[in-house]
């Protein structure tokens, strides 16, 4: 469903003109009103861009396996709610009536969470990802009375369907590294925030930390262009053989350092139960080893462009980058 806010904002990727509804039941479409291009609405969802064939193909078979695990209000965690408000400074009454973009939205995890803070959330992505974030986005489990609209499109994020200045603000998280270009992404989302708005983002930074893990970039010369199937196999392979170990060494503190040179990506938060935690690890090992694309930024130079697209109050630290247009 398109909510009226979010139609009012749409836009043919190719030459900026406004999109209509042309809604038959059977033949669920919008038409560029200048060049004619057509998107199809699939599940209603409308579709910017094809999940088959495109790099991020492995995320849209991951997030559909592991839907749940990530979103708060159903995993019944509060781990995405507390990382969504420390990572980017926006608080619950200031996300309440704005309109937010969730650029490579994954399942969905930080979309729900400003929905549920009352904001209203275009949840994006290109893979088939959107299809796990839509059926979150309908799950009334545990909603907020006063939860926000989320809209889900399927879009790549160097070609977005919007008219310029429609957000007050983006959030991208965990997606930059993952594209071809994540100079080019990082400087076409700009375009889209209102004066006065704010963007924030999430990568993986390139670090000393990251050179340690020779087994992962290792392993990575081949799993990126393995089945889904081969990927889950295989994560779930290592996870038997070194969850235990990581769960044992992460309770002593000298030797927790330590588990950096596993070649799993071990999640022990406090307070979750053991098979979450497993889960949560399976997750993460797939999302190390699945990517095509990990390409890691450097804080100091992701401000430098930030700050080159016009962007004020801009700041970083290692893995993060906030602005405001
Ligand atoms: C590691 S996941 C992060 C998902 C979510 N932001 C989170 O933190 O849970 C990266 C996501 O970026 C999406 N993605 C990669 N390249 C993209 C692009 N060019 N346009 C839109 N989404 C993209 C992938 O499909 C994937 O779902
Ligand atoms: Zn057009």
Same mark, same amino acid.
């Given at each position: ?8 904002? &749409? ?7 406004? /999109? ?42 991951? @997030?559909?396996?592991?839907?749940? /695990? ?8 509060? &781990?995405?709610?507390? +990382?969504?408000? %420390? ?34 959330? !275009? ?16 799950? =009334? ?8 609209? !989320?809209? /889900? ?66 392993? +990575?010369? @081949? ?16 996870? %038997? ?21 596993? =070649? ?36 100091? +130079? ?15 630290? =290692?893995?993060?980058? @906030?602005?405001? +247009?």
């Amino acid at each position: 469903m398109i909510t009226p806010r979010v139609e009012e904002i &749409l836009a043919c990727p190719d030459c900026s003109a406004s /999109v209509t509804d042309d809604t038959l039941p059977e033949d669920d479409r919008l038409i560029c009103e200048h060049c004619g291009r057509e998107f199809p609405v699939i599940r209603h969802i409308p579709r910017f861009a094809g999940s088959h064939e495109n790099y991020a193909q492995n995320f849209g078979t991951q @997030w559909q396996t592991f839907r749940t /695990v990530q979103i708060d209000r159903l995993a019944g965690h509060g &781990l995405s709610r507390d +990382r969504l408000l %420390a990572d980017t400074g926006w608080a619950p009454e200031w996300m309440r009536g704005k309109l937010i973009l969730d650029a490579g939205c994954g399942a969905g995890r930080f979309a729900d969470v400003m929905a549920e803070c009352g904001a209203d959330v !275009v949840a994006c992505d290109l893979s088939s990802a959107v299809e796990a974030c839509r059926e979150t986005s309908l799950d =009334p489990t545990n909603a907020h009375p006063d939860r926000g609209a !989320v809209t /889900v499109i399927q879009a790549d994020l160097t070609a977005l369907p919007f008219k310029p200045e429609s957000f007050d603000a983006i959030h991208c998280a965990g997606v930059i590294q993952h594209t071809h270009d994540p100079d080019l992404v990082m400087r076409s989302m700009v375009r889209y925030l209102k004066p006065g708005g704010r963007i924030f983002y999430n990568f993986y930074e390139a670090s000393a930390d990251s050179d340690w893990q020779l087994i992962k970039r290792l392993l +990575r010369l @081949w799993t990126p262009s393995w089945s889904f199937s081969r990927l889950y196999a295989f994560a779930r392979a290592l996870c %038997a053989i070194f969850f235990l170990p990581s769960l044992l060494m992460a309770k002593v503190p000298m030797v927790r350092a330590f588990n950096r040179f596993l =070649p799993i990506c071990s999640v022990h938060p406090q307070g979750i139960p053991l098979g979450m935690q497993y889960r949560m690890t399976l997750l993460d090992t797939i999302d190390w080893y699945g990517p095509v694309y990990e390409i890691r930024q450097n804080h100091l +130079r992701v401000a430098a462009l930030l700050k080159a697209e016009g962007l004020k109050e801009v700041r970083s630290d =290692p893995g993060r980058a @906030w602005g405001v +247009r």
